[in-house]
């Protein structure tokens, strides 16, 4: 049955992206609405250009036209449907925002909380259990809630397939929500991967800094759960878990290659122990790529950049991205990388500050 | 120095000089042979010299700033990098990045703002009060000045930082900046913790600003105080409304711009934290105050090119336009709704729904005012004589173009369909259809409409018509299909892209090269007229504004001697007969208005 709504929502249809749930529905439905409203005024406005040029061209140069040149009766016959039409656009869009600003209160205990952390280029997902991702991983069946963080300058979450988008702002959380289709997924598909983009221009890197959200289906959500909680450190040596802070947590794998080549940042092949020369030589010219070098690098990349990178600028990691474990563990995946041996397993009294207690903190 | 006419009509009130044919003053003096040598121009204070040497350097700035919109969408004709094969993804992207950032800093700062303003805002303005020239003429020469220093730090750092990162040069000298990759928008904190050269691009920014005010104090001042006899309020060209509205956006906004910029300097050379969380600022604090100017601004970029298209398609309709009072209310109108919208660019940014929501009820009220305008003008057109010279396919192009840019305004105000649609493609063609088609379709309008005028000769009518079909067509393939990429979901201001947008961006770009030749087409036009066009009549259109009134180009002070200009009403063309010897009009001599 075709309905004044679905029949907006069609007009949107070779405009929008795929319908994923989120607030597509609204989305679509006043964007067909304004697409009607557009395509009659542009047909309307080309139409009389195209008449009149026409109809009324001129024969005679000395020819002046008399007519009426005011009306204001007509003046405002042709202003009021405006106003009409400018209002319904605006109630219509300020309803569908109020659905975003958050979940619905009955379901809020419903809600999936995830903590997403952005940086300059890439994207870090924590998750309830203390496991962390570089992919959203979303259930199908409930509203997901994110609360969003930078690490350093203004990005912004898109899901096209969702309508739904949030700028990341250092120094506040935002907070996000939406409720997948569930049907996107079925127990025969269990997953549906969406596009997710960063909009705010943030760099170098910006058109790099894309994932994927990643719809579940709830018969394999607890794999999805348990899958992701790998990235916490228990059960692997140190130089694992830290190949897993380069990989996700600490997104270092965005500027820093593994096989020698040259990325926005050095790459980590041979670097651990090597002579650096550095960009700006004050007194000294090199510096050997100890632990304390690369302790001091990953908390304060400005002081002592190597040659070649003078004018990169990397994320600064203070204790609340990277624990000191963390950066143990990054150091020890290194020594991996320049052919030395790294630290069996976590000293016991190590600095454990890398399981989910630390989220609390 | 200037040389009386040979038979030099009496000067009584109400009757006209120019209707002498031109070559009654063609051996005469004339503004452009008043004075000789270089500094007869650079220590000019004759508004039509500086509308003029404005010409010059603004289309210089826009011929730089194509430069890089080309190169910007040659990078984006695939997926991949195009620019720079041979280097590494890296600096290719960083390259991409100062493109796109010079390309808006220098279209929006160096050509758009100043385009219709201060080259026909300049030359027109005095000359259609009957005044000799503005009424602070050192000021309007000390804002072309501001104009060329802002624009020459601009070009040092952007030169700098391109040719840097081509060449693959990693410490430059001190006196070759970096360039400048955040964007025209310069957000906080990106453009704090960014090592390109964001101070010396700000101070380019802030003194271009002063020459900004400095222009629109003169024109507020000249509107007032220069008007003739019988030139009341509701005598005023609409092109002046125009400007006036404009006039008080630029005094009103720009040192907000100004101060934006300061406190910028300060957190990043002195560490003062304004906008730094980290130093107890907030990032969104510095989007206020940059949209607060940012978004008058696009009204200073619109509204003179309203004024002009209102002027065009009276006349080129030969009837009297229609609404007069509504259209110049409107321009008042979208003056002050200009200044209370600017949230609208916030609504991703977590600010309050409250806020949202105010601000997304303001911004639909300017939809009012300028579909007001868009009907008045076919009003106009009803019944008219029309004729379809060059000044008149842009004005109608103009509307075509700014109906688009209004109506995708819609989505972009409204708070669900903004939220899907803010910084994708949508609103870079949104954008450059209010900025770029209706405002650069507006200047071309003016400038054909005015270049008789200007420089005292006729430009080839054909290859004016053809060329703007040219840019026409390649303007909107160059754009509307970026609506679509942009409600398919694809950033902007991304270096490299999904495959899947990868026809949108291809179709774009081939656009975009069209929309080249058209403008080098409409430059060669020009160019063929400065060499060998025929000599202009006074008043080749047959309009009424004052400007007509006196020869082509006018005489240094801007009337002939013992000629009185008086406000005439600006939209009767009952006064004038089509002379076929000059193709041109003339006065009817003894015209008396009677009114209609």
Redo the contacts between chains.
């Keep these: 049955m075709l309905t004044l709504s679905n029949f907006f929502s069609w007009l949107s249809g070779p405009w929008m992206p795929e319908n994923a749930g989120g607030f597509a529905d609204n989305v679509d439905f006043l964007n067909g609405f304004i697409l009607a409203v557009s395509y009659f005024f542009v047909a309307v406005i080309a139409f009389l250009m195209i008449y009149f040029s026409i109809k009324y061209r001129q024969t005679d140069r000395a020819d002046v036209s008399h007519g009426a040149h005011h009306s204001t009766a007509i003046e405002i016959a042709w202003t009021l449907p405006i106003v009409a039409i400018v209002t319904f656009v605006f109630v219509v869009g300020f309803t569908g925002f109020l659905d975003m600003a958050g979940p619905p209160t009955g379901g809020e205990a419903n809600a999936f909380h995830i903590r997403v952390e952005a940086r300059k280029w890439g994207w870090t997902f924590y998750y309830p259990n203390g496991g962390s991702s570089d992919k959203l991983y979303v259930p199908a069946d409930r509203p997901v809630e994110l609360t969003l963080e930078s690490n350093d300058v203004i990005h912004s979450l898109f899901v096209p397939a969702m309508r739904i988008k949030k700028d990341v702002v250092p120094g506040r959380y935002n907070r996000m929500w939406f409720q997948p289709d569930p049907n996107l997924v079925s127990a025969e598909n269990p997953r549906k991967e969406l596009d997710v983009n960063c909009t705010e221009y943030c760099g170098q890197g910006h058109s790099q800094m894309n994932t994927l959200c990643i719809v579940v289906h709830e018969s394999q959500w607890d794999d999805v759960l348990s899958e992701i909680n790998k990235f916490n450190k228990d059960g692997l040596s140190p130089a694992e878990y830290g190949e897993q802070v380069y990989q996700v947590r600490g997104g270092c794998v965005q500027c820093h290659s593994i096989d020698g080549s040259s990325g926005t940042g050095p790459s980590w092949k041979g670097l651990y122990g090597s002579e650096r020369p550095l960009a700006v030589t004050d007194g000294e010219s090199t510096v050997t790529a100890d632990d304390a070098y690369i302790y001091e690098s990953i908390r304060y990349p400005n002081r002592k950049k190597a040659e070649g990178f003078g004018t990169a600028s990397m994320t600064t990691y203070g204790t609340s991205q990277l624990s000191a474990g963390d950066v143990r563990a990054v150091i020890e995946y290194m020594k991996t990388l320049a052919g030395q041996d790294p630290l069996e397993a976590f000293p016991e009294d190590y600095d454990g500050k890398t399981d989910a207690s630390e989220e609390s903190e | 120095m200037s040389v009386i006419p040979t038979n030099p009509p009496a000067s009584t009130p109400g009757t006209d000089i120019a209707q002498t044919p031109q070559g009654g003053y063609g051996a005469g003096d004339n503004y452009i042979t008043h004075g000789k040598g270089i500094w007869s121009w650079l220590l000019t204070v004759d508004h039509k010299r500086i509308g003029l040497m404005y010409m010059v350097t603004v289309l210089a700035a826009f011929f730089v700033g194509g430069v890089f919109a080309i190169a910007v969408r040659t990078e984006l004709i695939w997926p991949g990098q195009q620019l720079m094969p041979w280097a590494?993804p890296?600096t290719n992207?960083?390259l991409y990045?100062q493109l796109f950032t010079v390309h808006g800093a220098i279209m929006v700062f160096m050509f758009i703002i100043p385009s219709i303003p201060a080259i026909l805002g300049n030359f027109v303005l005095p000359i259609m009060l009957g005044a000799k020239d503005v009424a602070f003429p050192r000021i309007n020469l000390l804002s072309w000045y501001c104009y060329i220093v802002g624009s020459a730090f601009f070009l040092w750092v952007l030169a700098g930082g391109v040719v840097g990162t081509v060449l693959g040069i990693?410490?430059m000298p001190w006196f070759f900046p970096?360039g400048i990759?955040?964007?025209w928008t310069f957000?906080t904190?990106?453009s704090t913790?960014?090592?390109t050269g964001v101070i010396l691009a700000t101070i380019g920014v802030f003194i271009l600003g002063f020459s900004s005010i400095l222009t629109g104090v003169n024109f507020i001042a000249t509107i007032h105080m220069l008007r003739p006899r019988n030139m009341g309020w509701g005598r005023l060209p609409l092109l002046l409304w125009s400007l006036y509205a404009t006039a008080v956006i630029q005094i009103l906004a720009t040192p907000v711009l100004a101060i934006t910029m300061l406190l910028l300097l300060a957190e990043r050379a002195l560490g003062i934290g304004v906008f730094d969380?980290?130093l107890g600022?907030?990032?969104?604090l510095y989007q206020h105050f940059f949209w607060f100017y940012s978004h008058p601004a696009v009204y200073i970029m619109i509204l003179p090119g309203m004024g002009v298209i209102s002027e065009i398609i009276s006349v080129f309709?030969?009837?009297?336009?229609?609404?007069?009072?509504?259209i110049a209310a409107s321009s008042l109108a979208i003056a002050m709704f200009g200044f209370i919208v600017w949230g609208h660019h916030m609504?991703?940014?977590?600010q309050s729904?409250l806020l949202?929501?105010v601000f997304?009820?303001l911004t639909?009220?300017v939809?009012?005012p300028s579909?007001?305008k868009?009907?008045?003008w076919?009003?106009?057109?009803?019944?008219?004589?029309?004729?379809?010279d060059t000044p008149m396919i842009y004005a109608?192009g103009f509307?075509?173009l700014f109906?688009?840019g209004g109506?995708?305004g819609?989505?972009l105000?409204?708070?669900?369909?903004?939220?899907?649609y803010?910084?994708?493609y949508f609103v870079v063609a949104h954008f450059h259809y209010v900025m770029v088609g209706s405002t650069l379709f507006a200047f071309l309008a003016g400038m054909y409409y005015w270049w008789p005028k200007m420089i005292g000769k006729m430009y080839n009518e054909k290859a004016g018509r053809f060329f703007a079909w040219i840019i026409f067509i390649g303007f909107n393939a160059t754009f509307f299909i970026q609506?679509?990429a942009g409600?398919?979901?694809a950033?902007?201001?991304?270096?490299?892209?999904?495959p899947k947008f990868w026809k949108y961006h291809f179709i774009s770009t081939l656009g975009s090269y069209l929309l080249t030749i058209g403008l080098f087409g409409v430059l060669y036009n020009w160019v063929q007229s400065l060499r060998s066009g025929k000599k202009a009549p006074a008043n080749p259109w047959?309009a009424n504004t004052l400007e007509w009134h006196t020869p082509s180009p006018p005489p240094h002070a801007n009337f002939v001697e013992g000629h009185e200009p008086e406000g005439v009403p600006p939209?009767d063309?009952?006064g004038w007969?089509?002379d076929?010897n000059i193709d041109g009009y003339v006065r009817k001599p003894n015209y008396v208005y009677e009114g209609?």
Excluded: C
């Design positions: 590494d890296n992207w960083k990045n990693e410490n970096k990759d955040t964007g957000y904190p990106y913790t960014t090592n969380p980290a600022g907030d990032p969104v309709s030969r009837k009297h336009i229609f609404g007069y009072s509504f609504f991703t940014s977590g729904p949202n929501s997304s009820l639909m009220s939809a009012i579909a007001v868009v009907f008045n076919l009003a106009t057109m009803y019944n008219g004589r029309i004729r379809m109608l509307i075509w109906t688009i109506l995708t819609l989505p105000g409204a708070l669900s369909t903004d939220i899907h803010h910084d994708t609506f679509i409600s398919q979901g950033p902007r201001r991304y270096a490299d892209y999904d047959g939209y063309y009952d007969d089509y076929e209609h």
